[in-house]
């Protein structure tokens, strides 16, 4: 209940990359600290939890990759000299994209309620959001298509919680509304709308990849459903149909805006940004192999220049931090929950399949791999498999 009360904080009332702490941020904090005590936190960051003989297969690589990426940058940090508060800005976030080693354990004894209060929690957390985004825009629902609109000064919406939820809330909103009495397909229609404002923010503010991997994610579930929810998928698909009809200027428009960025901002300027991070890294040896730290300021291209403290990728990000060795430790850890991620393809594919687009954006594309919703949806994903296991040994 604590992770489900931090996430309806965190949608409601903070950001994803907030500036500085303030009520709502301490409160997030208390809550995750009440949900997963002190005791695993102190036993993996000593790397006293690879004693436990119950540690799962990829949990030895998750806790010393986290040993080496807490302890190692942050000494090169100090070293280098970088400010404390820029030290922290990075130390949090990789807390935070270290939360399945922390939590799953502790939840994993029941696994099927962890997955429901954590799905409905991201789902609301991303409605949120998209909600706050619609009322800075001033609910201008006509400019959608018309023209790029303006993702505001906390970018609301490059929170993965919201591309999960406007593929989450839509599916599970078929699902209700072929299913149960009056109550549950009322609630089915609260969630397809809920769903279509998260995809309608997406395609106002012409998140491109956003929206393709969302496209992505239906056409693969409506394969996977037709044989099994034929019914579903009609409604689905009437839906779609009944959208399409009702607004074919905006549905056109959206799409048009998604090729005009396409053609002028290509890869926004994503190349520049990791030739200069490997320009930095190949410096020197102790740039190459152990980062810049903790902390470091890189002049980034893709922000004109500006010394700033985060790059758009997870991939130079980790190199320019933490050096080569650092980028292992953390390619090691992601490799580890490979296998996982293909058990919760099989046991759930429509939610993994939610997932698994907002952790490819996370990742790839922009900063949103340093958000609190990344590492929950990465618990997210391991407690489904985890999930499948307690069914399998039953």
Known sequence: MGLFLALALYGLFSAPAPSDIRMAEAGIGLLLLL???????????TAHALRDPRLDGWETPAVLALAWLLWVPVLRGVWVGWAPGDML???VPLLYLFLPVLLVPLLDDDAELAVRRLRWGLMLAGAAFA????????????????????DGGVYLLNAPSVLFAAIALPLT???MATRGGVAQRT???VCLALG???????AGAVHRMALGLAAAAFLVVGVWRVRRAPLAVGLALLAVAGVVLAFPDMVVGALTQVAEKNRLAG??????????VVALTIADPGSFLFGQGWGALIANPAVGGWRVSYTHTLPTYALAKTGLLGALALSAYILALAPRALSALRCDPPLAWAVLPPLVMAFCVHTSFKYLDTGLLLTLLLLTAERRNALSSS
């Open 35 to 45: 949900a997963i005590g002190l005791r695993r936190p102190l036993y993996v960051a």
């Open 89 to 91: 800005r990075d130390v």
């Open 131 to 150: 909600l706050r985004w619609w009322k800075q825009a001033s609910w201008g629902f006509g400019a959608v298509g018309s023209r790029a609109m303006a």
């Open 173 to 175: 909103g078929i699902q």
């Open 187 to 189: 609630a089915g229609a």
């Open 196 to 202: 279509f404002l998260c995809l309608g923010a997406l």
């Open 267 to 276: 890869a926004n300027t994503r190349w520049e940004e990791a030739a200069a």
